[in-house]
C-alpha cells in the first residue's frame, strides 16, 4: 500500500472518530427538579416536559407532553400528548400491564412499551411512601421523538404525590437509562472505603 492510501485512511478514521466524539459530546440528559404536587382531582398538572411550562389545564402549559391526574386515593391515571405517552408494564412487583413503577437502570427508549393508563400498587408495581421512577416519551420542538423518565414520590396513597424530577435526552431518538440509586448498605460502604483511603494517607 502507498503511504499517501495509508494517510488518506488515517485522517479518514481520525475524522470519523472526531464526528463520533462531537455527537457524543451533543448527547446530553436535561435535568429538571420541578417538585409539583399534583391535586387528587380530574384535572392534575399538565406538563411541558422542555419549555417546564405547567398548569391545570392544557392552555396554562402550551404544547404540553404529560398529563398525571386523579380523583382516587388507589389509582393515578395518566395522559399524554399525540406522540408521546408512559412506558407499560409489571413494574416492580406489579400483576398487570399499567404505567410501571421502573427499576434503576431500566433502559427508556425505543424497545420500551408506551400508552395512556392507570398505575397502582398492584398494577404496575408502585410503592407507597417511596420515590418511584417512571418512563415517557413525547414529541419535542423538533418535531421528533425523545425520551425521558420522570421521580414520582408517592405518599401514603396513590392520592398523595408530587412530581419531584424529570430527565430527557437532549438528542431524539436516544434511549435513557434511569440513574440507580445505592442501596443504603451501599452508601455505608462507600464511607468506609472513603474513610479507609484518609487513614492511609495520614
Known sequence: MRISNRFEKHIVAAAAVAMGAAAAANAAVVTWNCNLVIPNNIDGVYVNVETQANGSDAAHA????INPYGTSTTTMSWFGAAGGGCVTGLGQGGTSVAVASLSGGTVVGSGS???NTASSVTAGGWMLNAANNFGFRFLGGDG?????YGIMTVGATMGVRTLTSLF???VAATSITIAAVPAPGAIALLGLAGFAARRRRS
Open 62 to 65: 402550551i404544547g404540553w407532553d
Open 168 to 170: 430527557y435526552e437532549n
Open 113 to 115: 412499551t408506551f400508552g
Open 144 to 148: 421528533l421523538t425523545h425520551y425521558g
